[in-house]
């Protein structure tokens, strides 16, 4: 038994180490846990994306009408609405405004007024530019009232144009009816609000994470549906003031070999060493590339894409586990006598340690899950479409309703995708996996 000190001492002497190996493979250590980006400046943004980002840019700039970013998690959505937060910006009398999340009426006027707006809140800003003040407290209507008089009022004396980018808005047909009428008639009377000479002054981003197999279709359609109910116009006329919807799915194998490379790049401090154009081609036999990419090789990066789905935030997810796995099992071999110059001289993640971690992870996922849960992954180990597996959960007695925590667990954990609209399937990290169970 060790006693308290001694614990210490080991864990301080497995903390030395791990920074050791870590900054021989060439990582800056003091970013290996940030596995996220310092400025969006950095991505590497597919072409695809980054005509769609414009398009979004032009939409929101002129104020033609609102956009729609729906896709699972993972998908990117939040990068996307960084990129065009940060385009915004840059662009003289607009002013972008990003919030986390929609769970009613009374938070999205709340969050509203606490964002930022070059360092001051959206409430001190109206104070200091406009001279108006919303209260802190009382009726929704009368708060949202005050805060459209503060934003109006600078839009018509100094022609400022918002943008509100809402991140992780939730699915209306999630919400309670109550709370459902209240989110779309605020949002309604926002982007409907205009300022004297007619000109609507305010337009939204909306990214939507959306189940497995569904898309932002449906909340628009009752968005509409509510807000036509409400008098915010006919259907058809609110749906037309979201112009577009970007869904995002699976990452091309391309773009995503460029990611994974571009993402080590940036956790070496080696940015510099690679072209940062997603479509240019990469040359795994070079020494320049194969020193970015150790301790794993590019066979590696194809398994952990196919494993993923082509999912950005699970296929980066399994980059940085499978190092952390490495970190553990280099540890062992140290500890059996062998020098760290020994062990890194020799240790790859390759395909096959790939493979072999995987199905680790697929044996520990499989002792949790219960046998419907295993069945209905075996289910989905080719494409099904939403009435194929409705007809199946009818055979097992099962409703909708019933597995969609299971879908729910199941995308997050990375086992599930939508290879194309409707359509839901298993990725490669159960489907592969499990074969080795």
């Given at each position: 038994m060790f006693s308290l000190s001694e614990l210490d001492r080991l864990v301080e002497q497995t903390h030395?180490?791990?920074?050791?190996?870590?900054?021989?493979?060439?990582?800056?250590?003091?970013?290996?846990?940030?596995?996220?980006?310092?400025?969006?400046?950095?991505?590497?943004?597919?072409?695809?994306?980054?005509?769609?980002?414009?398009?979004?840019?032009?939409y929101l700039r002129n104020q033609t009408a609102s956009v729609v970013v729906s896709g699972p998690l993972g998908a990117g959505k939040t990068t996307f609405l960084e990129m065009i937060q940060e385009s915004l910006?840059?662009?003289?009398?607009?002013?972008?405004?990003?919030?986390?999340?929609?769970?009613?009426?009374?938070?999205?006027?709340?969050?509203?007024?606490?964002?930022?707006?070059?360092?001051?809140?959206?409430?001190?800003?109206?104070?200091?530019?406009?001279?108006?003040?919303?209260?802190?407290?009382?009726?929704i209507a009368k708060r949202l009232s005050r805060l459209l008089l503060g934003l109006r009022t600078d839009a018509e004396?100094?022609?400022?144009?918002?943008?509100?980018?809402?991140?992780?808005?939730?699915?209306?047909?999630r919400q309670r009816p109550d709370n459902r009428v209240r989110i779309?008639?605020?949002?309604?009377?926002?982007?409907?609000?205009?300022?004297?000479?007619?000109?609507?002054?305010?337009?939204?981003?909306?990214?939507?994470?959306?189940?497995?197999?569904?898309?932002?279709?449906?909340?628009?359609?009752?968005?509409?549906?509510?807000?036509?109910?409400?008098?915010?116009?006919?259907?058809s006329a609110?749906?037309?003031?979201?112009?577009?919807?970007?869904?995002?799915?699976?990452?091309?194998?391309?773009?995503?070999?460029?990611?994974?490379?571009?993402?080590?790049?940036?956790?070496?401090?080696?940015?510099?060493?690679?072209?940062?154009?997603p479509d240019e081609g990469i040359n795994f036999n070079s020494p320049t590339i194969q020193k970015l990419l150790a301790p794993f090789t590019g066979e590696a990066?194809?398994?952990?894409?196919?494993?993923?789905?082509?999912?950005?935030?699970?296929m980066l997810e399994l980059l940085l586990r499978c190092l952390q796995d490495a970190i553990r099992g280099a540890e062992i071999l140290i500890n059996d006598g062998y020098s760290l110059d020994q062990v890194l001289s020799v240790y790859q993640i390759n395909s096959e340690y790939v493979q072999q971690f995987v199905q680790k992870e697929v044996t520990r996922a499989r002792a949790e899950f219960t046998n419907f849960q295993t069945e209905l992954l075996g289910f989905l180990s080719v494409p099904r479409s939403?009435?194929?597996?409705?007809?199946?959960l009818q055979s097992q007695e099962r409703s909708w309703e019933s597995v969609l925590e299971d879908f729910d667990l199941f995308e997050k954990q990375g086992l599930i995708y939508s290879p194309e609209a409707g359509k839901i399937q298993a990725t490669e990290l159960w489907t592969k996996g499990s074969t080795f169970v």
């Open positions: 030395k180490f791990d920074q050791q190996m870590l900054a021989k493979w060439g990582f800056k250590t003091e970013r290996i846990e940030l596995f996220g980006i310092d400025s969006p400046d950095l991505y590497v943004v597919p072409e695809e994306e980054a005509l769609a980002i414009k398009r979004a840019v032009n910006n840059r662009l003289p009398n607009i002013r972008a405004i990003r919030l986390e999340g929609v769970s009613s009426a009374d938070a999205l006027i709340d969050d509203l007024l606490h964002a930022n707006i070059r360092e001051q809140t959206v409430r001190d800003f109206l104070i200091d530019k406009v001279g108006i003040r919303v209260v802190r407290s009382g009726s004396e100094n022609g400022t144009s918002y943008v509100l980018l809402i991140d992780e808005f939730r699915q209306l047909e779309v008639d605020t949002l309604l009377r926002m982007v409907n609000d205009k300022t004297r000479d007619g000109r609507r002054y305010l337009v939204l981003a909306l990214a939507i994470i959306t189940r497995v197999g569904e898309s932002a279709v449906k909340t628009l359609e009752l968005l509409s549906s509510v807000g036509e109910t409400l008098g915010h116009g006919s259907k609110i749906r037309r003031r979201f112009v577009e919807i970007y869904d995002m799915r699976r990452m091309k194998k391309s773009t995503a070999l460029k990611v994974l490379l571009w993402r080590l790049a940036y956790l070496k401090g080696s940015l510099d060493d690679i072209g940062k154009e990066l194809e398994a952990i894409f196919n494993y993923s789905g082509g999912n950005p935030g699970i939403l009435d194929d597996i409705e007809s199946w």
